[in-house]
């Protein structure tokens, strides 16, 4: 376990510090695949309860019988699957931006408790809005005529929380968050996955959506969920003109 | 009412302070009844807190007082604790007081009630106790929400080996609640419905993000949880101690300890007081700290170090004099400066301390890691001493530290610098030895203390004593140690000299002897020991000039690695050590004398081991002369020189079959298998063979031989068997063997005289007719007389008796009487006379050369003749005459000697009778031979019994069933 999170560790400092540079040159990839591409590689990354959640359970004790159950209840603080596939592209982004945003601040919260995972997350989180930001600004650019659609009404990430009342319920409430975190970027991954397949849809509607090899989702940390087929009602009218499939 | 109210007020006011004089003049008690009591709680230190009042005091009256307190847990008459709290009260003034509840005040509601009593010695009589106050109650379960199930106490800290006690409330009033502790159950006590409590004691560490402690309702049910923060134990800081290094600023340092931060607490905090100017600091370091030096010259300092965290105080303290605890620091620029070969100077440099301050400098000369010069200089800043007595081409490590002079505290830290002398020339001769059988010099290198830089080349000067001639110079490169040398029988001085950068070493001699250097010396043994071998001569001659040891380094079965040491005139012993000598090898030591001459003549050599070892493989034993008693072993191809030891002799093992007796010199002994055996010792090592005698014959034997060494014998290998032969077999083969060349010779001398053999021993039938008797007969008395032929010979009559009637043989003949036959039974033939006449005792069948089987005649005498049935008739046919009976006869005879082999032929002798009166067939009637006349034989042939009497079955041979037929015929 530990080599593994070892592996991982250098892994997630490259990326991390890639789309931090990114962030501050302020140079967005150009081309819309590459940029989905790495959007869900980054959303399986975060997804992964590796970086995360485990190292959490293992400092703060939890992983005893009778309280590691506890900490598998994905909370209804962030947004659902099904309803974030119920925004269009940019409701999505703007959604992903701010639960994201609101992430990133109570992790800093949680940096006593877990100091060096909480900084290579945080580099993780920040790098991951640089793109949702240059994605943004790409969908933006192909469709300058469409309505703002606000962000994602339903429960949404809460407000930064409360101090909790005691250790041990703070304990059990920052396991399900993180829990709720993995789970959040799971659902992402898989809306970002049929992102592509609208585009082979686009390209032939003859055929089913199919990922493509080596874009397998891995098994997220939440189970259950029915998918949509088809997602998006303006899929098409959000494609970037010149860099969207046609 | 109020009127009533005003003027009761106004009269007790009025009716005080003449209580209270009253109280004071006449030294009565009064019940002083507690006010105003109010409880709270403090659910962080799970304490009750309590605070009341006594207003019945007089304005300015103090008085001792002692209060009871009671407490109750759940109900008021369940007392928990009483306790009497004594102080002083004053009118109006607020009294505290507080319990620190073991059960989390959370799972139970508490009742407290007090009363009072004086307690001043003012007042001398006994007081009495006031009337109780009202119960007060404190119940903390007000405040929890609406879970269903709490754990207390929430965030507690305690130290590690604490005990602490834990309750849950419950709100559903279910009994299946189960309390964890780190995910092992729990089992405790239940104090009420819904309140149970658990006892924890010595709790330990676990992590610092607290032990996990968690009730919950049974299939996943409400949960319920704390968190218990269990800290260390905070530890007194050890090895406190302060130093400055510039007068101006301390530094404290001092061993933390454990850690005992946790979530719920941070790490202990060290705070530095200075007791004399009343400062202090707090610490940013968890083990060291600084201190700035006043500047108002304080010299003494008493330092309290504390270390403090939630729950404890550690502290400790030190009194010194800052002068006495100077530690300077590190000098600098560390050079050596006129580096000559033999002296360097170095210089360094300090930082000063204080005003005018001497520091004491020491400077160690390190050569190969050890210290070889040490000097103490006294120095303000700058650092010099000069490095004498140094050898050239030398690395050496100069090292500097100081220390305050006015008091010394501690050596500052090392500063080191390498340097490396200037070389000079070689200050020695390079130690120059040969070896004859390989004609060859061998200068060793000069050792760095004489070489005095690096040795570049060696100059060999080859002198011819015998012819004066030119010089022959070598120049051998470094770094080779050894050069050849061709050199003729003549005598020879070779110079040998090293050279460096510097110049040339002084020379080194030898002189080689034109002699063939083959004396004769005494050899002697040396024995090694744990710092060599030590080895010591006879001086022959008074005029030596010293004595060289040589040896070679390795075993002796690899090439020689020559070794040597010259040692002075007056030396007749040394010890030779090394660190090639190994144990079980065997080193040659040769002693030279060196004469005037510089020449070398051999006077003793010493073989030894540095440790002798027990031999590692055994002889290869031949054995010979096996007679009945001894055989012969011996096994001279094993060499005593090679062994891993001095070879002392051998033992002979020898096992017999019985095991019991010993031969005679032999010994019983056990092996280490535990097997019983005779040994046999023989303590000559040049001894290399042994008879084994006194064996008995025909048994077996196993023999093995060993040497031994001082150390033990060599390795228990394979016995070798042996079989002693019998005792008289000898003596059988000096007999047997001549006999049987003797009958050779015979059988060869017989086969070469066969023809006189047979002449003498069976010589050829006479023929009667070619007989010279017989022509003497006829002439003298009978004319008549002639040899009787066989063809003369008619058969008289044929009858058959006893004819069977079982099986019919088919006779193909001409002979009617017996074509039709069968034949069940053996028929008997008998042989009747034709004459009618005749009556004499019985036929006599005469026969001439006849053959007949005996076992016939048995039956009746010349009559009977069995015939088998078998007998075919076409054999039978010709047989009727006797031409043809005759070479039947002579024809299966002799097939049958050669088909049957002769063990299987049973011999029958076959009588012959020489008629008296043959050949007249007229007369043989009326002149029939007496019996007596049949007695004479005139020869014997051996017919098989198998030809005589063969079985009556349908394979029945040839000549048997010839021989039978003949039995139809006589004459």
Known sequence: MRAQRMRRTPLSVILGLLFLSMAATSKCLGKYHELLLQLRRQADHMQDTSTLLDPYIRIQGLDTPGLKERCRECPRAFPSEDALRGLSRQGFL????????????RLTALYQDLPEA???????????????????????????????EPTQPGPGPTPPPTPPSDAFQHKLKSCRFLRGYHCFMHSVGQVLREWGESRSRSRSRRHSPRRAPGDTAPSGPCRGGARRMWPFRRDRRLMPRGHLPR | MALFAVFQTTFLLALLPLRTYESEVLSEPLPLTPESLKVSVNSTRQCLHLQWTVHSLAYHQELKMVFQIQISRFKTSNVIWVENYRTTVKRNRVLHWSWES?????????????????DDARIPKPGFWSNWSSWEEADAQNSLGRDPLFVFPKDKLVEEGSNVTICYVSRIHQDNISCYLEGVQIYGEQLDRSVSAFELKNVSFIRKKGTNVFCKVDQGGALGGIVLFVSKVLEEPKDFSCETQDLKTLTCTWDPGSDTGLSKQP??????????????????????????????????????????NYLRKRSVSILFNLTQRVHPMTPYKLFPKNVGATNATMTWKVHSIGNNSTLLCQLELLAEGKVIQQHNVSIKVNGEYLLSELE???????????????????????????????????????????????????????SKVHANGKILFYNVIVENLDKPSRLEVLSIPAPARSTELTLSQCSYQIHVTAHNNVGPSPASVIVISGGPGNEEVESGRVNGTEDGFSVSWKPQSGDATGYVVEWCDGPQDLPCVLQWKNLGPNTTSTVISSGAFRPGVRYNFRIYEISAKRM?????????????????DNPQVVMSNLTSHSFTLSWKDYSTESQPGFIQGYHVYLKTKAGEHCPPAFEKTVLPEDSVCCRHTIDNPEQKTF?????????????????????????????????????????????????????????????????????????????????????????????HLTIMNVNDCVPDAIEVINKPEGSKIQFLGTRKSLTETEFTKPAYIYLLPTEKNYSGPGPCICFENFTYNQAASDFASCGHFPVTPQAPPHQL???????????????????????????????????????????????????????ALCSEYKMQMAIPLGLASAPPSENSSLSSTTLLGQGEHYC
């Open chain 1, 94 to 105: 703007r959604t992903l931006n701010a639960t994201l945003g609101l992430v990133l601040h």
């Open chain 1, 118 to 148: 909480q900084q290579l997350v945080g580099l993780n989180i920040r790098g991951f809005r640089s793109n949702i930001h240059c994605m943004s600004l790409l969908l933006r650019s192909s469709s300058e005529a469409e309505t703002p």
């Open chain 2, 102 to 118: 073991k059960l989390p005040l959370e799972c139970a509601a508490h009742f407290i009630r007090m009363r009072s009593m004086v």
């Open chain 2, 267 to 308: 790490s202990q905090s060290y705070t530095l007081f200075e007791s004399f100017s009343g400062k202090k600091t707090l610490c940013k370091h968890r083990n060291w700290c600084n201190w700035q030096v006043a500047q108002d010259s304080q010299e003494t300092y008493n330092f309290t170090l504390v270390a403090e």
């Open chain 2, 392 to 446: 050239p081409d030398t690395e050496y490590v100069a090292r500097v530290r100081c220390a305050y002079t006015n008091h010394f505290w501690k050596w500052s830290e090392l500063i080191s610098q390498k340097f490396n002398t200037a070389e000079a020339a070689p200050s020695e001769a390079p130690d120059v030895w040969r070896n004859m059988k390989m004609v060859s010099g061998h200068p060793t290198p000069l």
């Open chain 2, 600 to 616: 070398a003549h051999l006077l003793e050599t010493k073989a030894g081991y540095l440790e002798e070892l027990a031999p590692s």
């Open chain 2, 691 to 783: 008879v084994v005698e006194n064996l008995q014959p025909e048994s077996i034997y196993e023999f093995f031989v060993t040497p031994y060494t001082s150390v033990g014998e060599g390795p228990l290998d394979a016995f070798t068997k042996i079989t002693t032969p019998d005792e008289y077999s000898h003596i059988l083969i000096r007999i047997i063997l001549p006999m049987i060349f003797c009958v050779l010779i015979v059988m060869i001398i017989c086969y070469l005289k066969r023809q006189w053999l047979k002449e003498k021993c069976y010589p050829d039938i006479p023929d009667p007719y070619k007989s010279s008797v017989l022509s003497l007969i006829k002439s003298k008395e009978n004319p």
């Open chain 2, 877 to 931: 046919g010709p047989l009727t005459s006797p031409e043809n009976l005759l070479k039947a006869l002579e024809q299966n005879y002799m097939n049958s000697l050669g088909e049957i082999p002769a063990g299987e032929a049973n011999l029958n002798y076959v009588s012959q009778l020489a008629s008296p009166t043959s050949g007249d067939k007229d007369s043989l009637p009326t002149n029939p031979p007496e019996p």
